[in-house]
T-cell receptor, first 113, second 113 residues
Framework: GEQVEQLPSILRVQEGSSASINCSYE??????FPWYKQEPGENPKLIID?????ERKQIQELIVLLDKKAKRFSLHITDTQPGDSAMYFC????????????FGAGTKLTIKP | DPKIIQKPKYLVAVTGSEKILICEQY?????MYWYRQSAKKPLEFMFS???????DNQTASSRFQPQSSKKNHLDLQITALKPDDSATYFC????????????FGPGTRLLVL
């Protein structure tokens, strides 16, 4: 099955700077890559996703990049704010008519004031 | 997401007992899932259902049995509970035809003593 590696596991950045989280996957058949944000005691919430027919997608301060050849994708948060502090999970879905999503181990992002 | 209801929010059980975790979604989705999250492991896919039929089962133990009495219900029965079953169990759902985007319920936090 698919394996997703996510780094770093802990990330601290200064408020106003950018934060980057990197993920890699193994199965070249994976075609959908969502990112979820989870705050303490809450459920994971989808914040942005990218499909395999795209290389870049941006929603406000969130940018995701996908390199299919390298089997890597990344999340970049520009102009970080205290509200961006949370756990972030990348994920990949295989294209076998299978709805299973495999998650990375998560990145704990802390924005320092 | 308030349109995905999970009951109970917190659950304490004794080793060896049996519990049922309830999930109902009012998003009109046809596909539903169960995930587990613990301190030891990241978000872990357990089951997927589509139109009340089991699509994928990634749980090794038969102690975990999903039950779908209605299209918008997917309960999770856990028998012979063990302390290692302690985790937060998230139900999720997605729309047929847009199966990529999965929305998570608030979770049931299970503690097995």
């Amino acid at each position: 099955g698919e394996q997703v590696e996510q780094l770093p596991s802990i990330l601290r950045v200064q408020e106003g700077s950018s934060a980057s989280i990197n993920c890699s996957y193994e199965d070249s058949a994976s075609n959908y890559f969502p990112w979820y944000k989870q705050e303490p005691g809450e459920n994971p919430k989808l914040i942005i996703d990218i499909r395999s027919n795209m290389e870049r997608k941006q929603i406000q301060e969130l940018i995701v990049l996908l390199d299919k050849k390298a089997k890597r994708f990344s999340l970049h948060i520009t102009d970080t704010q205290p509200g961006d502090s949370a756990m972030y999970f990348c994920a990949a879905r295989e294209n076998y008519g299978n709805e299973k999503i495999t998650f990375g181990a998560g990145t704990k992002l802390t924005i320092k004031p | 997401d308030p349109k995905i209801i999970q009951k109970p929010k917190y659950l304490v059980a004794v080793t060896g007992s049996e519990k049922i975790l309830i999930c109902e979604q009012y998003l009109g989705h046809n596909a539903m899932y169960w995930y587990r999250q613990s301190a030891k492991k990241p978000l872990e896919f357990m089951f997927s259902y589509s139109y009340q039929k089991l699509m994928d089962n990634q749980t090794a133990s038969s102690r975990f049995q999903p039950q779908s009495s209605k299209k918008n219900h997917l309960d999770l029965q856990i028998t012979a509970l063990k302390p290692d079953d302690s985790a937060t169990y998230f139900c999720a759902s997605s729309q047929e035809g847009d199966q990529d985007t999965q929305y998570f319920g608030p979770g049931t936090r299970l503690l097995v003593l």
